[in-house]
């Protein structure tokens, strides 16, 4: 180490007053200059730590404002907690004293090893600057910290201190800052500098190496004497302890870990995705640790055999395993130690012997990596460390928390009366075993270790021994180093032993270790020792002394004896290892093991380790204690409880609750019948659920492991997560062990009963019993995933409800911020619970959110794992990433659960990635036994698309060669993607067959992967056509090559478990595997954590709108099933329309009255001919060989459908036609009776009037009233059903669904509306799909087919299937243009064509329907679609595209919408002609001023005539509105421009009001259906003309008519009063006659007059009317002009119908329209004066997307062409446009320059949104002259007067 200069130590102090920002700024040199060293966990960094409120490293001349406050000095605080280089301490400036903070607990251990570190960088004479801090928790006591450091010679009392982790006590740390001066006044207030540490550096050499000389002398002297006994320099006797010291300095060094022993190595170091383990030969030493753990974190048992590539000569390779230096193996001799050969080499350093490598790294982990070393290390079947040295201080540790969470199954074999084989599954630490010790005494040849491996498994190396590969001559940390092993046994006849059994091996010379031999010894069942030989002198003779008088079985192997076998005595056996084969001394200590054992013995368990005196266990650091002691209070809550019970009492959110919620939730997506209603309650239900999940979230549990998690720092919440997973595995292993035992026997008892053909009763209970052990088995289930899952739970329904809990009011809310911290730290997160089969989208999104502000928005690539149950996936993503997800034979994972891991650096920059980390999803398995039929395939199909349409990567994983159980999992799954167009997608994939033992499944599987991609091909395609999706491939849904993303896996184990280890063949392939998905995802860019939130969102809600695919097993049966449903339509409408005409037909005879009575049975009679085919039909059907199994599953639904459907028909049938016959009986009645109840009416009223008068108020008289009408009206009106208002929103989704269309789709194309403007789009590429080669070829073939006579049709096709090939194989250019640019023009329009046709065929169809008559029938609308459907079919077979089924849904819709008004109308006739009740309330208002009249005491011609003018009020009033519009519209056309002259000055007028109004949306309506802006603008100038323009004038036209009408009345008064007079008539007579005067323009309904004949003074009765006729005048005048609306005449219809019955034909160019005043002038020609640009109309170039902007004028007069549609490679000459067909044929379109301003004016005007509207460009040929420009809006209004003009 260079030295710098130093300033003079003798500095004087200065007391200088300045604050320490001012000094900092100047050159004051700090008071004090403090270095923190140590533990970084010692105290807790924050700002309210005196000493240090920072986690930064400062500079010396930074000083602390905090300590500046408190004492008034610039003290100088060096933070180096943590940092393992020492060396790089800042000593330029001189420190004045180093405080060592060490935490209580751990005091000792952390003392020794720090001053270790730092006295061997800094010299023995830096201890005077030490201060030793031991920081201790608030309410902990430092009892016995002072007296446990005393023990330590380099401690000194004055230099020691007490203090709290916080620091925040301004009292302890000036009492620091006191002993602080005191030692540094004892230093003579000089500070430690460079200089001096190297002065003390090279003193501390010097006296290391006298020291070591003197050492080394006194050890050979002592050793030369006695050769016989020594065990050689592998013991620490042979050497000093500082050499001891240097060489595991050296070999840490070496292996790049000299800093991790302070600085632990820990789980998050390797949590990270890095780059593949590289190949054993190609690592260099420093990698050595780092590449083991890789290796052994990968299941690779190799991790052992790392060969370390020759970086240098000094370092040398054994070429064979060592057998000769004593010093470092099990079985060298003494001479061999002191022949010089070997000395002479010793310059030359051998590589680190792999139990180095193996004991450095676990020396250098923390607690945790720890135990993830030791779980491996079991995985891959070797020894545990039992007792462990630790390299500074000596002390014997046992790593008991190490071991915690390791759990085997194993199965025992109980020899009675007969066999009986018994499951345990344990966690290993509280198994009760015998245990059986091997040590050696002294040194021998035989190896211990190889022997014991025999014993265990002989094809596997447990404990590693000199034979091993790697093996060198010498190690320094095994020595002491006590090993574990367990031998499982399987059940099988061939066990070694039929009982678990542990074996422990003690490393080294047993006589050298005494402390470690005393406690195997005490704990054995059985001990074994190996010695060279027996005899007196031997110095072992006093340990197999004590051992022969101990109790205890023993068992000594004499190396140089050749004896088998021999029990001296009872217990005690000595066994000859001298010219004997291993495998014989092998079967015979197995035998003797097994006899010893078969006696009473002692037994072992690991736990009983704690309670050893001088052991240390590493679970007693009180940091680990405090997270157990959180934990056992929590679990102390379940002690007693059965399992399956747990759950239920304590997590009551997440059981039935949460089920019910989310079955509500699902079918929230699926509403049907009242929507809306369904909806409410539904809605109402899950906020109830919500509440009461509120109410019961407070459980104890939740409580105590919430307040846990908020409360415990870090490290401690790590341990209390840690043992709350230990115990609540120990708690449900002991538990589901004795359910699945009890599952075996029942299982026995059911299967015996079964063969014996047992049917009796005690088979079914039986049977029941075993079911209910299934449920309890499921039940039982409890880990720490519960547990979090109510967390979500809990915090989800308060987030519902808004509220805070009354006790703490923030604690739920804090919830999703504690699972983001354990997320972010590696702890994998619930996505889907697999119980509920749902997703938790608020928790999840809250914890993303939570994850993203303290993250920020990281990139992460999502890689996803799916396959069968028990396959395989989570032992290779924890293989493959170092994970922890759950494993085990069954069903370990449920639902999916996803793991957050950072992308290291290197990896990063290596294959430039752009994202941040990697989210691991983590799935249960498909095809689940437990779960049955149905369930299994749609929870699989939904939780399969989630999973691989979140990932950016699927890894598909396929257990075996047969991809066949995948297959039908992924065609749902691309299915379902092709269904969710709103999800934007892109997922890839790539298929990994485990377990396949063949080396060349690769080469030989060429043709099954080929199979494989037409499989998959195949089914995509049939899913396209399905959906009606552009998709010719598989990969076009997900990215797969088969070729590169199939990938074979050796099978995972090397042998039988449990005693197998894993198959080294399988980590490399897991290791090729991640290469593979880092290179492909190198490609990615990933996506961001809040794109990801969203993308779950969308997604979901995606997969609970998709119902229908999931309940299939693949697209195949889907087409199949959608066949079927085809079909049923078609059956079902065969018997609909049968029973419509067998109605029809009865509906006639009832209206006829030649039936009164319609019987069910004569229904069925007429319906069985037709019944009876159709079960014929359905029987062929299903027969049909082609799918005739598929069809097999649901033939018994179907037909039992169609059963039930025909039973409806004649059900509803009758139902109706009773309706008929009761409304027919009640109007024939009614009729019958209205002259008897007008009377009986009239004189009741009389009756009550005259009996009311002056008894009650004018305001009870209704009351009254209404009492009498009431009683009248029951009884006529008994037993009459009131006809029903319709509902066809209802109707509507219903016959379309029955026709085949999903419920999702349905309400998708509703919900949007978009199907109102179906006929004004601009192109309907969004409904349009090409057809594929395939397609067309197929077509072709049927075509020939069906027209083998003339070839026609065919030939037709055939050729645009050639057309189609030349364009797919680049002959002819294809069109890649986007939007609508994948038709051409003429196909658009040829679709709106369509459209067009089709609703006014529609509509003409179903207004020959007698609605007005016989009323509504839900049949009509399924006709309707039913024509549309087949329409559509017809006009696409025609066309090389198809429609997608939103088409046929959309135009469906708009023909249902177009018809709607009418239906309802026709409707409402019906029923006000029909419904007898409806006649009746009409009456009501008419009788009550009858009865009001009469009370009044008013005669009887008072009372006729009043009624006489409330029967006139309605009939003048709807005459004088008729006249008015009638007069209005003449008005109009004779004064008003736009309708007083012809076809063409309309056309004038409509286009000047679409210019003044410049919308758009106008101009698009008028291009595409001119009558219908003709009709607007006609609508919009009457309303206008009367509302504001002339709305004088047409209120004066209507007052005119009231009095025209009102001199008409009077007239026919005065006549007829003077006609009944001249015949002296009654006042029947006068009725008459007044009614015939008034036919022509008033209508009167009949009164009668039976109850008036006491009239005889008409002139009286004449008065009463002209008196009541007067207020109805003057209400008439008042009238507004929109009462108008609700009459038969309106002023605008009346123009409509004169002004537009003319020609509309458009101009098959521009869109024009013909200005012939004619509708039909044939055989004259179209002809418009001026036509427009071609681009108004969406004409363009061909293959580009460039506008067409000539006007068609002057393109027939040049030499250009056209194409007729998008696939005709025929052009046709503009010149010779007529000969294009007839579209062309009948129009005049004259070659003329001249261009209409107005049309470039538009064109200008509107650029951007025509390019919008068409998806087209004004650019290139379709650029805009520029002249074009200048012409404005008034130019434009001007030229049509001008062009116009006549």
């Known amino acids: 180490m260079e030295c710098d200069p130093v300033e003079d130590p003798h500095e004087p102090q200065h007391s200088v007053t300045k604050s320490p920002s001012a000094a900092s700024n100047n050159t004051v040199m700090p008071e004090l200059t403090l270095l923190l060293t140590g533990d970084r966990n010692s105290i807790e960094i924050g700002t309210k730590n005196i000493l240090l409120d920072h986690d930064e490293q400062t500079n010396v001349e930074q000083f602390s404002a905090k300590l500046y406050d408190l004492c008034g000095r610039h003290i100088s605080v060096i933070n180096m907690l943590g940092l393992p280089n020492i060396d790089r301490v800042p000593l330029n400036q001189g420190i004045h004293a180093f405080l060592l903070l060490v935490p209580y607990g751990r005091h000792n251990s952390h003392y020794k090893s720090r001053v270790f570190c730092l006295e061997k960088t800094f010299g023995r004479g830096f201890l005077s600057y030490v201060m030793t801090v031991v920081t201790h928790e608030s309410n902990e006591k430092c009892e016995g910290a002072l007296a446990d450091l005393k023990a330590n010679s380099s401690f000194a009392e004055k230099r020691y201190h007490t203090c709290t982790r916080t620091m925040t006590d301004e009292k302890e740390i000036v009492s620091l800052l006191e002993k602080i001066d005191v030692m540094v006044s004892e230093n003579d207030h000089q500070s430690y500098s460079r200089l001096m540490c190297v002065q003390n550096k090279d003193q501390k050499e010097h006296l290391d190496h006298n020291s070591y000389k003197e050492e080394r002398v006194g050890t050979e002297e002592e050793m030369e004497i006695s050769t016989e006994v020594t065990s050689g320099p592998s013991e620490t006797k042979g050497k000093g302890t500082i050499d001891v010291e240097k060489e595991i300095e050296t070999l840490l060094s070496r292996l790049h870990l000299q800093d991790k022993l302070q600085q632990k190595l820990s789980p998050a170091d390797f949590l990270k995705i890095g780059p593949p383990v590289k190949p054993s030969n190609d690592t260099c030493e420093k990698e050595v640790a780092y590449t083991f753990l890789q290796k052994l974190l990968a299941l690779d048992y190799r991790a052992r055999h790392i060969l370390v590539k020759q970086e240098s000569p000094e370092v040398s390779h054994p070429q064979s395993a060592p057998v000769s230096d004593s010093t470092v193996t099990d079985d060298s001799d003494s001479d061999e130690f002191f022949n010089t050969d070997e000395d002479s080499d010793q310059s030359k350093q051998t590589h680190a012997h792999p139990m180095d490598v193996q004991m450095a790294v676990f020396h250098c982990s923390d607690s945790f990596l720890k135990q993830d070393m030791t779980k491996k290390l079991s995985q891959c079947q070797y020894a545990l460390p039992l007792l462990v040295p630790d390299p500074v201080t000596k002390d014997i540790e046992c790593p008991l928390w190490t071991l915690r969470q390791i759990i085997k199954t194993w199965k025992v074999t109980e020899f009675k009366d007969k066999d009986t084989i018994t499951m345990k599954s344990m966690p290993i630490c509280k198994a009760e075993t015998p245990m059986v010790s091997f040590f050696r005494l002294g040194s021998l040849s035989q190896s211990k270790s190889h022997l014991m491996n025999a014993l265990i498994n002989d094809r596997h190396s447990t404990f590693f021994h000199r034979n091993c590969k790697g093996s060198t001559k010498s190690r320094h940390l095994m020595d002491g180093v006590a090993e574990i092993a367990w031998y499982f046994p399987a059940g099988n006849p061939n066990d070694s032993f039929t009982d678990c059994i542990a074996f422990c091996n003690l490393h080294g010379d047993a006589l050298m270790t005494e402390k470690h031999r005393e406690i195997l010894i005490d704990k054995s069942s059985v001990n074994v020792v190996f010695v060279p030989t027996l005899g007196r002198t031997q110095k072992n003779t006093a340990v197999l002394s004590a051992l022969l008088k101990s109790p205890k079985p023993l068992i000594i192997l004499v190396a140089d004896k050749d004896c088998g076998g021999v029990e001296k005595k009872p217990g005690k056996y000595i066994v000859g290892l001298k010219e004997r084969s291993q495998s014989d001394v092998a079967e015979e200590l197995k035998m003797i093991i097994k006899k010893t054992l078969s006696g009473p013995h002692t037994s072992f368990q690991l736990e009983s380790m704690s309670k050893v005196s001088g052991v240390r266990v590493d679970e007693d650091d009180p940091v680990c204690q405090k997270g157990k002691s959180a934990a056992m209070k929590i679990l102390n809550l379940l002690q007693g409880m059965d399992i399956s019970k747990i759950k239920q009492k304590f997590l009551p959110c997440q059981g039935n609750l949460w089920h019910e919620w989310c079955r509500i939730k699902k079918e929230l997506y699926h509403l049907q019948g009242n929507i809306e209603k369904e909806k409410s309650q539904k809605e109402q239900a899950l906020t109830q659920i919500r509440q009461e999940q509120c109410s019961v979230s407070h459980t104890e549990l939740m409580k105590s492991f919430t307040e846990s998690l908020l409360s415990l720092p870090s490290t401690d919440k790590e341990y209390f997560l840690k043992w709350m997973q230990i115990l609540i595995d120990a708690l449900s292993t002991d538990d589901l062990a004795s359910i699945l035992q009890r599952y075996d026997e029942k299982w026995s008892e059911v299967l015996a009963l079964k063969r014996k053909h047992d049917k009796s009763p005690l088979l079914n209970r039986k049977q029941n019993e075993l079911e209910q052990i299934s449920k309890e088995l499921q039940s039982a289930t409890f880990g720490l995933e519960h547990i979090f899952r109510e967390m979500g739970q809990i915090y989800e329904a308060h987030k519902s409800q808004k509220k805070q809990t009354h006790n703490r009011q923030t604690d739920w809310s804090k919830y999703p911020e504690l699972a983001a911290d354990l997320m972010i730290s590696g702890h994998p997160m619930e996505l889907m619970d697999g119980d509920a089969g749902y997703a938790p989208l608020t928790w999840i999104s809250s914890v993303l959110e939570e994850v993203i502000r303290k993250l920020g928005d990281q990139t992460v690539f999502v890689l996803s794992v799916l396959g069968v149950q028990s396959s395989g996936k989570s032992t290779m993503l924890n293989a493959m990433f170092g994970l922890q997800f759950a494993v085990s034979a069954g069903r370990c994972t449920k639902g999916a659960f996803m793991q957050l891991i950072k992308v290291s650096e290197e990896i990063r920059n290596d294959l430039k990635l752009k994202f941040d980390y990697f989210l691991v999803v983590d799935t249960e398995g498909l095809r689940a036994l437990e779960l049955a039929g149905n369930t299994t395939t749609h929870h699989d199909n939904e939780l399969s698309t989630f999973v691989v349409g979140l990932g950016n990567m699927t890894l598909i994983n396929i257990f075996g060669e047969n991809p066949a159980e995948m297959q039908d999992v992924l065609q749902i799954i691309v299915q379902a993607f092709m269904r969710m167009k709103k999800v934007k997608l892109s997922p890839s994939c790539v298929f990994v067959h485990q377990n396949v033992s063949d080396i060349g499944a690769t080469e030989k599987n060429m043709d099954g992967k080929r199979r494989l991609q037409e499989k998959l091909d195949d089914m995509a395609q049939l899913a396209a056509k ?650 008439m005048s008042r009238l507004s002009l929109d009462k108008m609306k609700d009459f038969r005449l309106q002023p605008d219809q009346i123009l409509i119908d004169q002004l537009c019955r003319c020609c509309w034909v458009k101009c098959p160019f521009c869109a024009a329209v013909c200005t012939n005043t004619l509708e039909d002038h044939s055989p004259d020609d179209h002809n418009v004066p001026f036509h427009r640009s071609g681009s108004v109309n969406g004409w363009h170039y061909r293959n580009t997307v460039e506008m067409s902007v000539d006007f068609c004028t002057t393109d027939v007069a040049s030499a250009n062409s056209f194409y007729l549609d998008g696939v005709s490679e025929v052009s046709v000459p503009f010149k010779q446009y007529r000969t294009a067909g007839p579209r062309f044929a009948n129009w005049r379109i004259t070659p003329d320059e001249s261009k209409l301003k107005y049309w470039t004016w538009f064109v200008c005007r509107f650029q951007q949104e025509l390019e919008k509207y068409y998806d087209l460009k004004f650019e290139g040929k379709g650029e805009i002259p520029s002249q074009w420009r200048t012409h404005t809006k008034q130019q434009a209004i001007e030229s049509l007067d001008e062009m116009y003009s006549e």
């Open 1026 to 1675: 399905e959906e009606v999706c552009d998709v010719k491939c598989f990969r076009d849904v997900i990215a797969f090559d088969v070729q590169k993303d199939v990938k074979y896996f050796a099978q995972l184990w090397q042998g039988s478990p449990p005693m197998a280890p894993p198959n080294p063949r399988y980590s490399e392939n897991v290791q090729e595997l991640k290469h593979i998905i880092l290179s492909k995802a190198s490609q990615s860019s990933g996506i961001t954590l809040s794109y990801l939130k969203s993308k779950i969102q969308d997604l979901w809600n995606a997969l609970m709108n998709e119902q229908f695919v999931f309940s299939f097993k693949n697209t195949l049966e889907i087409a199949v099933y959608r066949k079927l449903e085809v079909q049923y339509a078609t059956w079902t409408w065969t018997l609909r329309s049968n029973m419509l005409t067998i109605e029809n037909q009865l509906y006639t005879r009832i209206e006829n009255g030649k039936l009164d009575r319609v019987e069910n049975s004569y229904l069925f009679t007429e319906m069985s001919k037709t019944f009876e085919k159709i079960k014929k039909d359905m029987n062929l059907y299903f027969e049909d060989k082609r799918d005739k199994d598929m069809l097999v599953q649901w033939r018994g639904r179907f037909e039992q459908k169609i059963k039930e459907f025909h039973e409806e028909q004649v059900k509803g049938v009758k139902k109706t036609l009773d309706e008929v016959i009761q409304q027919k009986k009640a109007c024939k009645e009614l009729d019958d009776k209205k002259t008897e109840f007008e009377n009986k009416l009239l004189q009741k009223s009389k009756e009550l009037a005259h009996r009311l008068k002056d008894k009650v108020k004018e305001k009870e008289l209704k009351s009254q009233f209404n009492t009498v009408w009431g009683e009248l009206v029951r009884e006529l009106s008994a037993g009459i059903k009131p006809i029903e208002d319709i509902n066809l929103e209802e109707d509507q989704i219903s016959v379309l669904n029955l026709l085949g269309f999903e419920w999702g789709l349905i309400k998708e194309c509703k919900d949007s509306n978009s199907y109102r403007d179906l006929l004004k789009l601009g192109h309907y590429s969004d409904y349009v799909n090409q057809k594929t080669q395939r397609d067309l070829s197929e077509e072709s073939y049927e075509s020939k087919k069906e027209n083998k006579d003339t070839g026609k049709q065919g030939t037709n096709v055939l050729k645009s299937a050639f057309n189609y090939f030349k364009q797919v194989t680049g002959i002819v250019p294809t069109t890649q243009q986007k939007g609508n640019s994948d038709l051409s023009h003429e196909q658009h329009e040829q679709i709106r064509s369509f459209i067009s046709q089709v609703e006014q065929q529609s509509l003409k169809k179903i207004q020959t329907k007698p609605v007005a008559t016989r009323g509504y029938r839900s049949t009509y609308l399924q006709e309707m679609a039913q024509n549309v459907q087949t329409k559509v079919t017809e006009f696409e077979s025609q066309k090389p595209y198809t429609l997608r089924k939103e088409f046929t849904v959309d135009l469906s819709l708009y023909v249902f919408d177009r018809a709607g008004r009418w239906l309802s109308q026709s409707h409402e006739t019906y029923r006000k002609n029909n419904d007898a009740l409806t006649y009746l309330e009409s009456k009501k208002d008419q009788y009550y001023s009858i009865f009001r009249s009469f009370w009044k005491g008013n005669s009887s011609a008072v009372v006729f005539g009043e009624m006489i003018c409330e029967n006139l009020k309605v009939s003048a009033v709807e005459a004088v509105c008729n006249k008015t519009a009638i007069d209005l519209a003449g008005e109009m056309r004779c004064s008003f421009p736009a309708f007083s002259g012809n076809r063409l000055n309309l056309e004038k007028h409509v286009l000047k009001s679409l210019a003044e109004k410049e919308d758009f949306k106008s101009f698009i309506t008028y291009i595409r259906d001119p009558r219908s802006q003709a009709e607007n603008v006609i609508k919009d100038e009457v309303q206008k003309y009367m509302f504001r323009e002339q709305s004088h004038k047409a209120q004066n036209i209507l007052k005119n008519n009231v009095d025209d009408i009102s001199e008409f009345v009077s007239k026919a008064l005065f006549t007829a009063t003077q006609e009944v007079k001249t015949k002296q008539g009654a006042t029947d007579i006068w009725m008459e006659q007044f009614s015939s005067l008034l036919k022509d323009k008033l209508t009167l309904d009949t009164i009668s007059c039976q109850n008036f004949r006491d009239i005889n003074n008409f002139d009286f009765l004449k008065e009463e009317i002209e008196k009541g006729l007067v207020p109805i005048k003057t209400e």
